[in-house]
């Protein structure tokens, strides 16, 4: 047998499905794929849809690993370094198998950008590894816009009846790139304009502000760690200042940071941490805390939105 080639190694298929029915059938043969294989396997989906994959596995259930995506994957951001990569990595010898549904019906509109460009980045954090990652979209509950999208972000596409093509819409940087929507600047937010000597300065008010609009305990501890990482990384990386805007917004805080700073890197923020390596955790920890980040990032700057729920 020919070695495998390093473009064929990582899979990503979509499923499309329609009903309870297809969904169970579709997920549990994937699953029974991977155990006659003997691959380690992990089920990233919404809670409701977690308990159709056990039942449809039954007493097989048992050596796989389950994640609720509502609670894991809340926050887009941390889904690739947490749960696809923290399996993954677990796993060096073989193939993994992954089933993961990072967009459902409840998603919001502010949150669905992000969501679009997690599935296109999977490509880019996966490229050449030996893991296949399935993720089901529902076509009934989401809109055609999504379907649509996602035949852009994945190479391949399973229907309801397993039926298996290529997708010949592929171009998950095309997704990236469109996503990268600029945010625009909301006029009652309360503003502190920072250079590096104002850092302390400017981690007070924003805690403060963060505070006032109601955070509390762990909360506004993830808060803090937001404001103190992003204010850091524009000193040393955004032309030594920036600006912090902070305001309340159905239910969340948002913390939001401009910069001068451009990121070329489109995973920063979504690799695992390496051991025995300094730096690159900051934008990783505002991930894992957060429950949405929205990023745009240009020629004249960059823009981080970081929402976390009271």
């Known amino acids: ?11 990503h298929p979509a499923l499309f499905y329609r009903g309870e029915q297809e969904y169970t059938q579709q997920t549990v043969s994937f699953l029974r794929e991977g155990l006659a294989n003997g691959e380690p396997m992990a089920v990233a989906v919404p809670g409701p849809n977690l308990e159709l994959i056990k039942n449809g596995l039954g007493a097989d259930a ?7 995506m509502t609670e894991a994957g809340r ?26 549904e990072p967009i459902w019906a409840g998603r919001s509109a502010v949150e669905y950008p992000a969501c679009a460009q997690h599935e296109a980045l999977i490509n880019a954090a996966f490229e050449g590894r030996a893991v296949t990652i399935l993720c089901p979209y529902d076509e009934a509950g989401l809109d055609p816009e999504v379907i ?20 010949d819409a592929y171009d998950w940087e095309a997704v990236v790139s469109r996503y990268n929507q600029a945010l625009t600047p909301v006029p009652d ?3 502190f304009s920072y250079e590096a000597e104002e850092l302390p300065a400017v981690r007070k008010f924003g805690v403060a502000q963060a505070a006032r609009l109601g955070l509390a305990g762990e909360r506004l501890m993830d808060a803090e760690l937001v404001i103190a990482e992003l204010t850091t990384n524009s000193v040393v990386h955004g032309g030594g200042r920036g600006t912090l805007a902070v305001w309340a917004e159905q239910g969340q805080v948002v913390i939001e940071v401009r910069d001068a700073g451009r990121l070329t890197d489109p995973l920063a923020g979504r690799r695992p941490a390496q051991h025995g390596k300094p730096g690159g955790r900051g934008l990783l920890l505002v991930h ?23």
Request: charged share 25%; net charge neutral.
């Open 62 to 68: 048992e050596g796989v690993l389950f994640l609720d």
């Open 75 to 100: 926050n887009p951001g941390r889904i690739i370094p947490r749960v696809l990569r923290g399996f993954a990595d677990a796993h060096p010898k073989g193939r993994v198998r992954i089933i993961g």
């Open 288 to 310: 894992y805390v957060a429950d949405l980040v929205r990023l745009h990032t240009a020629d004249e700057g960059t823009t981080v939105r970081v929402y976390v729920s009271a």
């Open 189 to 191: 937010a309360t503003v």
């Open 148 to 167: 649509a999208d996602a035949r852009i972000t994945h190479p391949t596409v399973i229907s309801g009846d397993g039926r298996e093509e290529t997708s």
């Open 1 to 11: 047998m020919s070695p495998v080639k390093v473009s064929e190694a990582f899979a």
